[in-house]
């Protein structure tokens, strides 16, 4: 009974103290003790370590070093909140990669790694308006609605389809009732973009402010449903620069770590590339409907 009464006292104390503080990954082992169970996936486990950190891999096209920035979607959609170096997580990965006919190993790898980006980009409507063989045509000027200048990062000035501008200001209300750190920067979740005319864009990039990749012809900032947001940049660059450095530190952000985990209640999606990019999914019939001019290779931005 001693016993049982201790139990008690010592679980509704980590309830409490967790319930008060942040999601550290140090809480987050505290709260799933199970992270470092399953003796099955030590290998694959000791395998994420360190691939994490040093793997080769072009997922996106372009050469990188580990798969850290990819680390927290990849858990999203594995389905756990458990850290990327442990063994709840590479048995969730080995469940994934058998649900998609690949050797269920439970190791991140090159080929599960594209698997996975293939199925990220699925789900977002302009790709798969892109897909249909078209570039989705601009948005019609009655569906625009300018943010307010304090929604703008910096105070800038943005205009973006009505409904996902209703959709974006549900989110950002409720991340800042959710966690407070992010209400505590009133910076976190201003838009940086937000539509962004093909004629802006094509200028825009003509000038090579395309970051450095390929050339925007056909942006997804076209349909005013693509919205940079700020989550933070590495010290010294720009919110939206795609520099391995910059979006590593975005993607230990509570801003970004949020929402991974709820964007979706809301109809967004990731460009997960992109740290910052986030695409409104609420309506896709409505971009569907819209494919008509353009052609070329689909870059969010
Ligand atoms: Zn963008």
Redesign the pocket.
Known sequence: METFFATLVSASLIVTWFGAGEATPDRIALLYPSCDYGPRYEASAASNATTLETAELKPFGRPETGWRIYAAQVGRTIGTACPPDTQRFAGQLAKWQSHNRMRPTGAMDGATLVAMKQAWQGARPFIAAFAEGSCPAPAADRDLSDAKPLEGWQGKQTELDQDALKALRRMIAAARTEDRRIARDKQMLTIV?AYRSPEYDAERCAGGKCNGIAKARCS??RTGT???LYVGAAPGFSP?SSDDKNRLYQTKTPTYRWLVANAARFGFVN?VF?P??WEWAGNPTKLAAKTGNGAGQGR??
Do not use: L, N
């Open positions: 973009s997804a900032h693509a919205i940079d939206v460009y992109e910052w990019h969010a931005r």
